[in-house]
């Protein structure tokens, strides 16, 4: 009835019309909201794609860090601000990668803390250090491999995303905490490990020394698939002739604490690294002297190492001129990850 009125109810008409156009307004009105919410969510997606920063969750809850854009400002990215590991080459090496300030002093902080308040029975004493192992047994066989927890494979992950080193995630991660008077020997890492090795250092300053190596036969090859010495190493001697018949020349790199060193295929296989284990080091043959060398006391209540020895000086005065040549002073404990990657993993490694 209603939607056959006429003209000559003038009435009908207009409550039929109020109704059509309260209908259209509340349509009207609905789909402008909704387009409204979603210009917003678009317009802020955009807006957060600009700021160079992501939001990460931690153990103690969400914080913010910087992502690669960040690091342009840093001089350590290309023109478009991503990360480019051949911008840290040091040395006539072509393997050799030292990166400055990979981590963030609150990253530093948080690491430490994590690292010290693992069970005691995690830790295992050496001669000269303690370490703990994360990611399983290396044996001959290959890896039988145990859970790398979360706080250590945010870090591995963030390695294996910026060097694109890696052909499979990082999965296995040795823990050092070296004293100030401990290093470790000359040596080179096994053949269980794919070569490359990535090395972020935590609390003390410290150097590492680089040194080629004549080849090493296959007995002591076989004997330790994770670590291979050389009993006939000389600091002052030690010397090869690559396959070009050219001199190889030993090096030490600085490794302050925050940083990442990355040595792979030529620096894995033909040199060997090791730490003296001495309180102070000799900067003379350091590829990269630092301006300053930085200091982070390790934050363990709990343990007698925490606290550095600052008998020698200041931070400032840690490095100091004697007979021509510059020295370190190591006044605190050093703490460094190696991560490294086993290609061959077992899950039954002693099933036949």
């Given amino acids: 009835m209603l939607f056959n009125c006429n003209i000559d109810n003038p009435i009908l008409i207009s409550s039929l019309n109020l109704e059509q156009l309260s209908v259209s307004i509340y349509l009207y009105q609905t789909t402008y909201l909704i387009f ?11 807006l957060f794609s600009l700021i160079p920063f992501e939001i990460t969750r931690s153990v103690e809850g969400f914080y913010v860090r910087p992502t690669n854009q960040s690091m342009e400002a840093r001089g350590s990215g290309d023109a478009e601000g991503e990360f480019n590991l051949e911008n ?6 072509p393997t ?17 803390r ?10 295992k004493s050496l001669k000269n250090r303690r370490l703990q192992n994360w990611g399983g047994v290396v044996h001959e066989k290959g890896l039988l491999p145990l859970a790398i927890p979360s706080w250590l494979t945010r ?3 963030e390695i294996c995303e910026k060097t694109n080193l890696f052909p499979s995630p990082i999965n296995h991660v040795l823990i050092n905490e070296y004293l100030p008077d401990q290093g470790i020997m000359p040596h080179q890492d096994g053949p269980a490990y794919f070569p490359v090795v990535a090395i972020i250092s935590l609390g003390s300053p410290v150097v590492i020394d680089f040194s080629p190596h004549l080849s090493l036969n296959e007995s ?15 600091e002052k001697t030690a010397t090869i002739l690559d396959e070009n018949s050219e001199l190889l020349e030993s090096f030490s790199l600085v490794l302050n604490p925050r940083s990442l060193l990355i040595f792979k ?14 309180s102070t080091h000799k900067l003379n043959k350091v590829l990269n002297a630092p301006c300053k060398l930085q200091e982070h006391p390790i934050p363990n209540p709990c343990s007698t190492t925490n606290k550095c020895d600052t008998s020698k ?6 490095v100091e001129k004697e007979e021509k040549s510059e020295l370190l002073h190591r006044t605190c404990p050093r703490v460094s990850l190696t991560c490294r990657l086993v290609l061959k993993v077992r899950r039954n490694i002693f099933k036949f």
């Fill in 36 to 46: 409204q919410t979603f210009v917003s969510c678009y317009s802020l997606m955009n």
């Fill in 88 to 93: 840290y080459k040091v040395g006539n090496l």
């Fill in 96 to 112: 050799v990668f030292y990166i400055p300030d990979f981590i963030t002093d609150s990253e530093q902080t948080l690491l430490l």
């Fill in 114 to 123: 994590n690292i010290y308040e693992v069970p005691s029975s995690k830790w």
């Fill in 155 to 157: 870090i591995t992950e």
């Fill in 220 to 234: 002591s090859r076989n004997t330790d698939p994770c670590m291979v010495h050389d009993p006939l190493f000389d």
């Fill in 265 to 278: 295929d030529h620096a894995y296989s033909d040199f060997l690294h090791g730490i003296k284990d001495s």
């Fill in 313 to 318: 000086g200041t931070e400032e005065e840690k």
